[in-house]
């Protein structure tokens, strides 16, 4: 996504017009989560550059109620949690009020939907992931965690917010956020599982893309819960992330290009023969995807930054 900080160059304060004020100051009066949003946005102070301007942090602190407001109220299935506003403040200090509110909406019904339902019982169950991954590369480690009986919502905060709230340099926070963009509504959770102490994010971005491809969350879902529960979940339903990591591989091209020379017979005894997965060619692709998926954002990012005009037809 080629996120970076507000700080410098990045997107100043500036605030809607009188009419779509107006129109916030209406939002607020009506809506019932207002004052907890309020509270939660005022005490996000650690979330915007050092050293910037105390005039133009709260000029952004404004535009990041309206923001959840707005996206609330076009969307009543939404419900609003603390730590919504730790994901939001990321895009407003990125791409601006506009764009950041059409990226936000878009991401709340797809990537953030669990999160934002009445309840938290989805939430328990995504979380309800970490103990089987772990199991799967650690059991060590496993093993004492289930003795110890430390349960998972130390890494609850770590979900809900991306990383977001708990990590004070804002370049990890971008960079842990385009991984995310790019992946399976579940890969927070893998990244969770293969945190160490000192945090070398590249490496660990590896591993948890390595997770990933090794245990996806269709095998994990008996361990993490009862089927019928897991397929209750938004992020149940992303299977294009499994499937094409599955169909993109190299080495499956080739076989398929390979048993369209084949003779029938030869054929069969080809569907047969159970291929042997290369985990190493599965993270390539993984990388790759995970690259031009930045990628991607980036020349978006930079095609807004010139040509304002045609931003503003695209978000009015």
């Known amino acids: 996504m080629a996120l970076r900080s507000a700080q410098g160059d990045g997107p100043t304060s500036g605030h809607w017009d009188g009419g779509a004020e107006k129109a916030g100051k209406n939002l607020r009066q009506m809506s019932k989560d207002y004052q907890q949003v309020l509270l939660d946005v005022r005490r996000s102070l ?8 105390e005039e133009q942090r709260e000029g952004l602190q404004e535009e990041l109620i309206d923001i959840i407001l707005l996206i609330l109220e076009r969307n009543p299935q939404l419900h609003y949690y603390q730590g919504y506003h730790d994901i939001v403040v990321t895009f407003l200090l990125v791409v601006g009020e506009r764009l950041a509110t059409s990226l936000v909406e878009k991401l709340s019904t797809h990537h953030l939907r669990d999160f934002m339902d009445p309840t938290m019982d989805n939430t328990k169950h995504i979380l309800n992931y970490l103990m089987p991954i772990i199991d799967q590369v ?19 905060s770590w979900l ?39 945090l070398p994010y590249e490496t660990l971005i590896s591993r948890a893309g390595d997770l990933f491809v090794q245990f996806p969350p269709s095998e994990l879902a008996r361990e993490a819960a009862a089927q019928q529960q897991a397929e209750r979940t938004a992020a149940s339903t992303f299977k294009d992330f499994e499937l ?4 993109q591989r190299p080495d499956m091209v080739l076989r398929q290009r390979f048993r369209g020379l084949l003779r029938p017979e030869d054929r069969t005894k080809d569907v047969l023969t159970k291929p042997r997965t290369n985990r190493f060619v599965k993270l390539a692709v993984m990388g790759l995807t995970v690259a031009l998926g930045a990628a991607a954002l980036a020349v978006v990012k930079s095609a807004l930054e010139w040509a304002p005009k045609f931003q503003l037809q695209l978000f009015p």
């Open 46 to 53: 650690r979330r915007f550059p050092p050293g910037m301007p």
């Open 244 to 247: 094409a990591s599955a169909q």
């Open 138 to 156: 650690n059991p060590e480690l496993h093993d004492f965690m289930q003795s110890a009986e430390v349960g998972t919502i130390f890494a609850l």
């Open 160 to 198: 809900i917010t991306w990383f977001g709230h708990v990590l004070s340099d804002f370049r990890h926070v971008v960079r842990l956020y385009d991984f995310f963009l790019a992946c399976h509504p579940l890969m927070p959770i893998y990244f969770a599982a293969v945190i160490p102490q000192d």
